[in-house]
């Protein structure tokens, strides 16, 4: 099955600093990457998602890059804010076309005013 | 436009009690999904459900555990006996069409409040 890696798993940056997040996935038939935002006691939402037919997909401050070949995807965040702090979680489906995503352990990011 | 709606929100079970989760999906939403989620650790993936049809349960235990999502009402994961290790949260999550990539259209997965199961 798919087996997704995602570091570092805490992550601090100074208000206006740009954040990473990397994850690397197993599977490569793996063709949709969701990236959720999980603030403390709330429930995941997806922030951006990217195909494997696109390399790059951006929007506003946040950008996602996919490496197929080294089967690995990150999430960019620029110009961060307060509001950012939240855990991150990246997922992959299982297979081409599959319906069930396999997350990564999270990433708690917490932006420093 | 109501979300996807959970409840209880919190749920508290002495070991060997049962506990019923309930889930009602967003608007023209037919495929449900039920997540777990420890303590400092991701999102599992426990089972798909469509109207009446369990799709795929590859991630739920094989005892004590089961859901249904009935032709009318919310989809129900059910815990009998619940043990300790049964403490966790557990979030929904619906799509429209089966969420990924399905035709080269991609139907996010919105995901609901979550229930916190505390066994003691």
């Known amino acids: 099955g798919e087996n997704v890696e995602q570091h570092p798993s805490t992550l601090s940056v100074q208000e206006g600093d740009s954040a990473v997040i990397k994850c690397t996935y197993s599977?490569?038939?793996?063709?949709?990457f969701p990236w959720y935002k999980q603030e403390l006691g709330k429930r995941p939402q997806l922030i951006i998602d990217?195909?494997?037919?696109?390399g790059e997909k951006k929007d506003q401050r946040i950008a996602v890059t996919l490496n197929k070949t080294a089967k690995h995807f990150s999430l960019h965040i620029t110009e961060t804010q307060p509001e950012d702090s939240a855990v991150y979680f990246c997922?992959?489906?299982?297979?081409?076309?599959?319906?069930?995503?396999?997350f990564g352990k999270g990433t708690k990011l917490s932006v420093i005013p | 436009n109501a979300g996807v709606m959970q409840n209880p929100r919190h749920l508290v079970r002495r070991r060997g009690q049962e506990a019923r989760l309930r889930c009602s999906p967003m608007?023209?939403?037919?495929?449900v999904y039920w997540y777990r989620q420890l303590p400092e650790e991701g999102l599992k993936f426990m089972v798909y459900?469509?109207?009446?049809?369990?799709?795929?349960e590859s991630g739920m235990p094989k005892e004590r555990f089961s859901a249904e999502f009935p032709k009318e009402g919310p989809s129900i994961l059910r815990i009998q006996q619940v043990v300790r290790g049964d403490s966790a949260a557990y979030f929904c999550?619906?799509?429209?069409?089966?969420?990924?990539?399905?035709?080269?259209?991609?139907?996010?997965?919105?995901f609901g409040p979550g229930t916190r199961l505390t066994v003691t």
């Open positions: 999550a619906s799509s429209q069409d089966r969420g990924g990539w399905t035709s080269g259209r991609t139907y996010e997965q919105y």
């Open positions: 599977d490569s038939a793996s063709n949709y």
């Open positions: 990217i195909r494997s037919n696109v």
């Open positions: 997922a992959a489906n299982s297979g081409a076309g599959s319906y069930q995503l396999t």
């Open positions: 608007k023209g939403h037919s495929h």
């Open positions: 459900l469509q109207k009446e049809n369990i799709i795929d």
